[in-house]
């Protein structure tokens, strides 16, 4: 096996463990729930909060990779991660489940963020295209293990062996990466750090063409994420009333991304990535309807295009900031990846208050409104031409 192969695979299982990690208990929420007496919201900071600390964490992270070797950035960010999910599993206290959570979410940018900076930094382009592909259905496959494992692996075990599975994962995939992954030459990483030095974390925030798809970004992910954690909400309760295990089943539909962010990618070159947003937009807001009707038939379908929107929107965004920069991609998509979880975090807390408020038609309605953040960027970009 050649070292290229060692590497996609030494990337692929370490992404794919660390966002396992994310939405581990996405499925058991409202066991959660009824476990430790809390509200839905309280329930939802399982999730939130992991996405909290990667917010709070990314750019120091992006910050690291550009100037230090990868390999110790990763060995720190398994350890806590690994740490955290143990405390999850072992604690009675919701309070401390939260806080180790925001744990792993603070340390998940130096497996994630910093390895794809490291990556962009260190190799050829046409390596990195094949690796990065790795990365990109590494996040998807992980997502969705580790709403699998969450979900599946209770009521047979109790959901904390689920935190004890997956911590265990990162240790592994952790001694994997270190071992595979080639050290950093010395010129090379001083050469790297004058080249980021072209730009600072505030200047690419002035690129107004930066930040619309940096926004774009964030309303995707806002849109998104609330439909998926609130999910075992809808289907566990009048009309559906279904068990946890066929619940985590619904959640299969995640792995259309792995076959529509490529596709996507090349339709954004054809049509162009404004079309594209538009048009995944329009596909987005007309599944969300469909979540409304009281149909597991409707459901699943609505779910399939819910994804199909998203990733398609997801993929566009990450192609078109790459596409508008020559320097600091490192630093560039750090900051799409804080604007990314910025808002997937404030979509899950703000979902949760919505729901409390009118139930799941009110996380639809919530979530409709912010279809207008990539319909904008769509028509700027298409007048753009790009």
Known sequence: MNK?????IAVFALVSASFTNIYLPQPVLPVLQAEFNINTVQASQAVSFVI????????????????YPIQPIIVAGGFFVAVGGIVCGLTDNFHILVAARLLQGLFIPALTTSLAAWLA??????????????YVSATILGGLGGRLLGGWI????????AFFSAAGLIAVTTILAVTILPHSDKKATAAARTTNGKETYLSLLKKKELLLVY??????????????????????????NLPTELITLVYLVYILGIFLGPMAGRLSSRIGGGIMLIGSSVVLGLSLLLLLLPSVVAII??????CAGF????????????????CSHGKANALYVLFYYTGGWIGITAAGFAYEFSGWNGIITFLLSFLIIPLTVGFIEKRAGS
């Not at 290229?4 to 996609?8: R, T, V």
């Not at 909290?52 to 100037?67: E, M, P, Q």
């Not at 774009?216 to 998926?228: D, H, R």
């Open 52 to 67: 909290l600390g990667i917010v709070l964490a990314n750019l120091f992270f992006g910050y690291l990779s550009d100037r």
């Open 311 to 326: 990733f398609s929107m997801h993929t566009v965004a990450v192609v078109l900031v790459n596409r508008k920069l020559t």
């Open 154 to 161: 209770h009521p047979p075990l109790h959901w904390r062996y």
């Open 301 to 306: 379908i609505g779910l399939l295009g819910v």
């Open 215 to 240: 926004a774009c970004g964030a309303g995707s992910l806002l849109i998104f994420s609330p439909v998926f954690n609130y999910l075992p909400y809808r289907l566990s309760h009048p009309p559906f």
């Open 4 to 8: 290229l192969a060692k590497m996609q």
């Open 121 to 134: 930094r260190t190799l050829p382009i046409e390596r990195l295209s094949v690796v990065m592909g790795s």
